[in-house]
């Protein structure tokens, strides 16, 4: 009883302390050959799904729901089946302590990233876990956020492969060198039609030298042309 008490006591100040926060505690623990998981109120409305207690004590229910969710949503099976696996590496003694990211369905039919972070406290004399403790954060901002970035430059190499195949079927000449490092402008890029027509040689970098360039041009008046001017002013 004031074992349980002190429980309470914990789990209290947990639950205040953690209140309308993006975070979550919960515990892993075995009391008389049986283990429990234990949550805090943060905990349950970080993860958004109803009937949390009853999930979590009882393995089969869980278990159901992750089935379920892997039928409806199988691009994330291979998620859910890392977190199982090493949330099982802890629990054995394999590892001490663990973190990663997985989708949770909520009650809302909706998919949140959340940030698991594990340690196991205590062991027993075979090594497996008697108290793991562990956070969860919801990192579905961050997720959506990287995801769109990642669909962005995906669109963008997709765009720029485009526009180069058209520069090259169209035989434009294009040079550019807004991208690189080069104060005294020495160097630029050029497409490959570009060097072809002119006939110049490219470095290892695949850069023409402003060198080599200038050795194309020639005088049509007492001033001729500045290459380096022409490069300044684009």
């Known amino acids: 009883i004031e074992k349980e008490a002190e429980l309470f ?11 309308n926060s993006n975070i979550g505690v919960w515990w892993h623990d075995l009391v008389d050959g ?7 109120a943060s905990y349950k409305q970080v993860m958004g799904i109803d009937g949390l207690e009853e999930k979590d ?9 992750i089935e379920d969710f892997k039928k409806n949503y199988p691009m994330y099976i291979e998620y859910l089946d890392k977190d199982a696996e090493i949330f099982s590496k802890a629990v054995s003694g394999e590892i001490d302590s663990y973190e990663n990211i997985l989708p949770i369905l909520t009650s809302k039919n909706t998919i ?19 108290l793991m403790v562990g956070v969860n954060v919801d990192v ?22 485009a526009n180069r195949s058209t520069i090259e079927t169209t035989g434009l000449l ?14 630029f890029y050029a497409n ?13 970098d695949g850069l023409v ?7 194309t041009f020639y005088d049509d008046d007492d001033e001729g042309l500045d290459g380096r001017a022409i490069l300044r002013s684009k």
């Open 209 to 215: 030298s402003l060198k080599d360039y200038k050795t």
């Open 192 to 204: 490959d039609a570009y060097i072809n027509t002119l006939g110049l040689d490219t470095d290892d």
């Open 57 to 65: 004590e009882n393995s089969e229910v869980w278990s159901n729901y």
């Open 112 to 130: 949140k990233w959340i940030e698991v972070r594990a340690t196991v406290i205590k062991r027993d004399e075979s090594g497996r876990s008697i």
């Open 34 to 40: 049986k283990y429990f998981f234990n949550q805090t």
């Open 174 to 187: 294009v040079w550019t060198n807004d991208r690189l490092n080069t104060d005294d402008y020495d160097k």
């Open 9 to 19: 006591k914990y789990q209290s100040l947990f639950d205040e302390g953690l209140k």
């Open 140 to 161: 579905t901002d961050r997720m959506k956020s990287e995801q769109l970035i990642t669909e962005l430059q995906r669109k963008n190499h997709v765009l720029n492969n």
